[in-house]
């Protein structure tokens, strides 16, 4: 069994950073096989940015060159550093493992429940 446990949320002018943080236990074979995910009141969860098989970094086009993550194997965490934010980036922020990857694409669809999130909330 995997443990996805987010953290690292909170509230932000437009403009600023955060760095999410995921940490993963359990049975996990890469850091990079973690995404993470976003949701906002009334809308579906959408991917955020995740790793395809070939280990390549991959955005939505909303946050493509803002955004980047990145992994840690010796901490089993991963990370979603976060800037130049908008409030239209406010949302919660998951992580989980997608049902699949390719060598370009990261699917929307994942393994396991969702845990409780983190709220990115960008304001002024």
């Known amino acids: 069994q995997v443990q996805l446990v987010e953290s690292g949320g909170g509230l932000v002018q437009p403009g600023g950073s955060l760095r999410l943080s995921c940490a993963a236990s359990?049975?996990?074979?890469?850091?990079?096989?973690v995404a993470w995910y976003r949701q906002t009141p009334g809308k579906q969860r959408e991917l955020v940015a995740g790793?395809?098989?070939?280990?390549?970094?991959t955005y939505s086009d909303s946050v493509k060159g803002r955004f980047t993550i990145s992994g840690d194997n010796v901490k089993n965490t991963v990370y979603l550093q976060m800037n130049s934010l908008k409030p239209e980036d406010t949302a919660v922020y998951y992580c989980n493992i997608p049902i699949f990857r390719t060598g370009l694409t990261v699917s929307n669809t994942v393994r396991f429940d969702w845990g409780q999130g983190t709220q990115v909330t960008v304001s002024s």
């Open positions: 790793f395809t098989t070939a280990g390549i970094p």
């Open positions: 359990g049975s996990i074979r890469s850091i990079q096989t």
